[in-house]
């Protein structure tokens, strides 16, 4: 996914007062979202786990269908208003009833479109089943578009504790509805509650968290002024989702029901560190660097500090699920999902890749450059159409996942390039951030391989613990070696934004 410091010494810390103000907001929200993301993710686990203990596959397969359509519906008619929003420095709240009438109405619109496609998309991917699963969540279009649109002040003006709040119930209730009717069900009807049930939450806390009371009010200057910017949101936002989604729908169709099941579950797993990542970056920096839009060394530092922190936490998650791979789905998963671990570690790289270049995407956006995203993703999705089909055919969802990572690198590194060209960063600053955690990595999976080789006892959490455990202990000592012989500068940095955060 295409997304969001110069002077070498500047990533060990901030010491530039003029920032203190932006970068103390920026922690404090990041924490926050981290915070959500981590509750979030968690739960989020625990469903999938205890879920994919109760259901099978071809309901995972089934619910992937639906959420696909709904993916594609919203996708292709995203109108990026929200993104306007928050970029605009000024007069926002005039455009608020214009932009919540044109939410409603068009989640009105994308309902009956659904609804009434259904057939149509059942029999495209040869499942009959899906018919009513797809009906059902298309409610889910009427509950987004009646959401209060007065919580983007709540990222707009970096409130993300009122972010933690407004989201946080929906993923419980996710979590119980999903987790309580599959214990009774044990269908695909668990899943598609779950979903509409964290839907209402989130409808229901957007006007419990917010004052704002939105009126049915449309001026046309204002969806023009709106659209200006969104229409390249809304460009990048279908080819990031061709890209993203164009697999599953290729999988389904092409490799069948059970497939889709088994490689969105591999997907799931492989990205996730990375998506949580993705996702703090682009909701706490994108708001950040629109402050500092006017000062470009300031961009870039903050630019670079993303980068560090991003790659210290990013690399190795992805390092530790790529070789523990095998052991957390039998454990975790059970024998059935094993067919998964070859796909979920090919696309631990994509996850990895996607997670670094999800700091340039903010960085475009705050410069005024919301087209280059799009045009990349573009050149991403070429490549992708390119290569899918043949690797498909030939290595299944394997030969998927190899196709996925192959058409991110050139995009991605094309990002990396124009975004150190645009902040005025060294070349080689943005490679050392980069290229010593994935030093360290390195050596944290030849150490975990080892230890896996030579161990021959039963396989249970405590030992795949001990295997955690080791991962942890050799990262960290090769970042303590870097830190102590390189001047690597993670520790000062960690230390300034504690300071900050306590101050």
Known sequence: MIMPIGEKEVPRGIRESPTKGITRSVVRGGLWVFGLRVLNRTLSLVRTVVLARLLLPKDFGLLGIALLSISTLETFSQTGFQTALIQKKEGVESYLDTAWTVSFIRGLFLFLILFSSAPIVANFFNSPDAILVIRVLALSFVLSGFRNVGIVFFQKELEFRKTFFYEFPSTVANLFVS??????????????????????????????????????????????????????????????????????????????????????????????????????????????????????????????????????????????????????????????????????????????????????????????????????????????????????????????????????????????HKVIQVTKCRRNDFLREVLLPLSATAVAVLLVMVIKSSQTSVLTITVFSLLVLSFILGYVALIWIFERFLNYGIWPVVKDLTQTVMT
């Not at 200057?221 to 659209?227: D, I």
């Not at 229409?231 to 697999?247: K, M, P």
């Not at 961009?299 to 790529?322: C, E, H, N």
């Open 179 to 416: 987790i309580g009717l599959a214990l009774i069900l044990k269908s695909v009807w668990a899943l598609v509650w779950g979903t509409l049930a964290a839907g209402f939450i989130s409808l229901w806390m957007s006007y419990m968290l917010h004052p704002y009371r939105p009126k049915i009010r449309v001026e046309k200057q204002q969806v023009e002024g709106l659209f200006a910017f969104g229409r390249w949101v809304l460009a990048s936002s279908i080819l990031v989702f061709l890209n993203s989604q164009g697999d599953d729908i290729f999988v389904g169709k092409i490799l069948g029901i059970t497939a889709l099941g088994y490689y969105q579950m591999a997907y799931l797993l492989s990205n996730l560190p990375a998506t949580e990542i993705t996702h703090i970056i682009s909701r706490v920096s994108f708001p950040a660097y629109s402050k500092l839009q006017d000062d470009i060394a300031k961009m870039g530092r903050a630019y670079l500090r993303v980068v560090k922190i991003t790659s210290f936490i990013s690399i190795p998650l992805g390092g530790i699920v790529f070789i523990l791979a095998p052991e957390f789905t039998k454990i975790f998963l059970g024998e059935k999902w094993i067919a998964i671990v070859p796909a979920l570690q090919v696309l631990v790289i994509w996850g990895v890749l996607r997670s670094i270049g999800a700091t340039t995407g903010p960085v475009l956006y705050a410069y005024g450059k919301p087209d280059l995203p799009a045009k990349l993703q573009l050149i991403q999705l070429i490549i992708l159409a390119t290569l899918i089909y043949p690797m498909s055919q030939r290595m299944g969802i394997e030969g998927t996942s190899i196709s996925v990572v192959l058409a991110a690198i050139l995009p991605n590194f094309v990002a990396f």
